[in-house]
Antibody, heavy 119, light 111 residues
Framework: EVHLVESGGGLVQPGESLRLSCAAS????????MHWVRQAPGKGLEWVAN????????YYVDSMKGRFTISRDNADNSLFLQMNSLRVEDTAMYFC????????????WGQGTLVTVSS | QTVVTQEPSLTVSPGGTVTLTCASS?????????PNWFQQKPGQAPRSLLY???NRHSWTPARFSGSLLGGKAALTLSGVQPEDEADYYC???????????FGGGTKLTVL
């Protein structure tokens, strides 16, 4: 059974950094694109970034380029999101999601980890 | 900035049929945007329903179907059940920019 479990969220001050993790199990992690998606409180979904199965390429929404970095460790079945220079507007639930095999999209999602940026 | 637009809210009666749409600010939505549809209930993570316009996952009930309709992606629910009350999001892939964009979501009320 596919499982995705996010961790690393918490309360930070503006300008600080945070590293989110997503532990994957139940599938061959190294075969799949992986995504980060976020959702601000009471708002809609926002795609953040994704990364190729072998980690050779990564893509970001423009507003997060240069501040956020997606990475993965295929040996450890883990996905990461390094978030720097955090802003109040980055407050959100952050979900990791598995890409759909053979087609752009995502199928399985984790339950999310909450990031709160506040002074 | 690319914007994906959905109906903010729709209401349907139990047993009825409703169609949700997903439009792109760049023009007509085609299969090359690989439309995906997600369902989210309060306090839960999103759940994927459809990918590549009309393909269901193994867990997606047959009453959910996808299509392209009048230059938009569409999600049709037939024989709506009370448990279908939820927020629904579409996702489009802009391949040249390697960009994914979610629509603003449709709040579906079953009443």
């Amino acid at each position: 059974e596919v499982h995705l479990v996010e961790s690393g969220g918490g309360l930070v001050q503006p300008g600080e950094s945070l590293r989110l993790s997503c532990a994957a199990s139940g599938f061959t992690f190294s075969n799949y694109w992986m995504h980060w998606v976020r959702q601000a409180p009471g708002k809609g979904l926002e795609w953040v970034a994704n990364i190729k199965p072998d980690g050779s390429d990564e893509y970001y929404v423009d507003s997060m380029k240069g501040r956020f970095t997606i990475s993965r460790d295929n040996a450890d079945n883990s996905l990461f999101l390094q978030m720097n220079s955090l802003r109040v507007e980055d407050t959100a639930m952050y979900f990791c999601a598995r890409g759909t095999m053979g087609s752009p999209g995502s199928d399985y999602w984790g339950q999310g980890t909450l990031v709160t940026v506040s002074s | 900035q690319t914007v994906v637009t959905q109906e903010p809210s729709l209401t349907v009666s139990p047993g009825g049929t409703v169609t949700l749409t997903c439009a792109s600010s760049t023009g007509a939505v085609t299969s090359g945007y690989y439309p995906n549809w997600f369902q989210q209930k309060p306090g839960q993570a999103p759940r994927s329903l459809l990918y590549s316009t009309k393909n269901r996952h193994s867990w997606t009930p047959a009453r959910f179907s996808g299509s392209l309709l009048g230059g938009k992606a569409a999600l049709t629910l037939s024989g709506v059940q009370p448990e279908d009350e939820a927020d629904y999001y579409c996702l489009l892939y802009y391949s040249e920019a390697h960009l994914w964009v979610f629509g603003g979501g449709t709040k579906l009320t079953v009443l």
